[in-house]
């Protein structure tokens, strides 16, 4: 499934060349041949690097970059994205956290109707004046009021709601 993924070490306190590696065992065997203690990382290729660059993975999180975080989902990711990201959670927290958030892909206008209904609230609402709900200004209003934040990441923009 990450053939492709491709991430390169670079050595920080020793003159031992960069090398690339697919998988944690390829890590951990390259890393054992070599003298240094601490590398910086680069993700050369693969499905998830705003992520990885964005986690700041190195050689003391790559083991939960390989064992948790690339098996997550879309809406994991985002949610892991917004814990570390927006909140300054660290990784392992945002990891236990993920569950928690309440967080929905999709304009943040939509998101206000859709917590609308499944409050029940919406259908308190005569239909002749739920047509004139103007949901974006709404979801502007309760963002403003820090209800939703809204983000992109992956291409999709992101709502959390608090």
Do not use: C
């Not at 053939?3 to 065992?25: M, R, Y």
């Not at 948790?68 to 892991?80: H, P, S, T």
């Not at 206000?112 to 979801?139: C, K, N, Q, T």
């Not at 820090?146 to 923009?157: D, H, P, T």
Request: negative net charge; aromatic residues 12%.
């Amino acid at each position: 499934m990450y053939d492709a993924e491709v991430i390169q070490a670079q050595p920080l306190d020793s003159e031992e060349a960069a090398f690339f590696f697919h998988s944690i065992e390829e890590w951990n065997s390259k890393r054992t041949e070599l003298e240094a203690e601490e590398y910086e990382m680069s993700y050369v290729s693969g499905p998830h690097e705003e992520l990885f660059d964005a986690l700041f993975i190195d050689h003391e999180t790559i083991q939960l970059w390989y064992e948790k975080v690339r098996e997550l989902k879309q809406i994991q990711r985002a949610a892991l994205y917004y814990l570390y990201v927006f909140r300054a959670i660290p990784l392992a927290k945002s990891l236990e956290e993920l569950e928690q958030l309440a967080i929905l892909g999709g304009a943040a206008g939509d998101v206000a109707e859709e917590m609308l209904e499944e409050s029940g609230v919406i259908e308190r609402i005569p239909d002749e004046v739920r047509d004139y709900i103007d949901w974006e200004r709404l979801a502007s209003d309760w963002s403003i009021a820090g209800k939703l934040i809204s983000f992109a990441y992956e291409g999709v923009n992101w709502v959390v709601v608090k």
